[in-house]
């Protein structure tokens, strides 16, 4: 569906940015990071006014407050793609948050210590990712998200496992949670 409009050819400034990139480095956070929401049942963000007419039409919004820092998601295999012809021209990545502003400990967050982080304690915000094409990170300056690649691997580990298992049954989680 969208191999037609992959460019064949990668930039080289494109190609050397994502070269050193790896899973759960920190970047800069993409700035308009958009999700799509509705104007009916707002689950986040300020509700729309009783007064005002709803549509329900579907639209974009930023993730507001827009993070300072992003942790990327992607495997480090789809970063630097080795083979041709390249067909993963997009990164994910989640908000970073500083332990105050973070959810409650959980599945849901992951603790970075990488040594060049900004002062505090950080944690990935895994409830949200944004995607971005891999051209912003040209020349954006990458920080190591973790002290060790025990740690990083540890957090692909996560990844994959919160992607991985079955749902499941509604009745064994509700049974589960009474």
């Known amino acids: 569906m969208f191999d037609a409009r992959i460019a064949p050819e990668w930039p080289k400034q494109v190609i050397d ?39 329900g039409a579907q639209f974009a919004v930023a993730l507001e407050p827009a993070p300072e820092l992003a942790v990327v998601t992607t495997q480090t295999c789809d970063i630097d793609e080795q083979g041709l012809p390249r067909r993963k021209p997009w990164i994910q990545y989640a908000p970073l948050a ?22 505090g304690d950080w ?6 990712e944004g995607c971005a094409e891999k051209n912003v990170l ?3 300056s990458l920080i190591r998200g973790f002290s060790s690649e025990e740690k990083a691997d540890a957090f692909g580990r996560h990844l994959g496992h919160l992607t991985a298992p079955p749902a499941p049954a509604y009745h064994l989680v509700e049974t589960v949670t009474e």
């Not at 759960?24 to 007064?51: F, K, M, R």
């Not at 944690?123 to 949200?128: N, T």
């Open 138 to 140: 040209v020349g954006l």
């Open 98 to 119: 500083e332990a105050s502003d973070a959810p409650r400990r959980g599945l849901s967050t992951w603790p970075l210590d990488g040594p060049e982080l900004p002062d």
């Open 17 to 55: 940015a994502v070269e050193d990139l790896r899973q759960g480095d920190v970047i800069p956070w993409p700035a308009d990071t958009a999700y799509v929401t509705t104007d009916q049942h707002v689950l986040y963000g300020e509700p729309v006014p009783e007064t005002a007419l709803s549509t």
């Open 123 to 128: 944690y990935a915000d895994l409830r949200i």
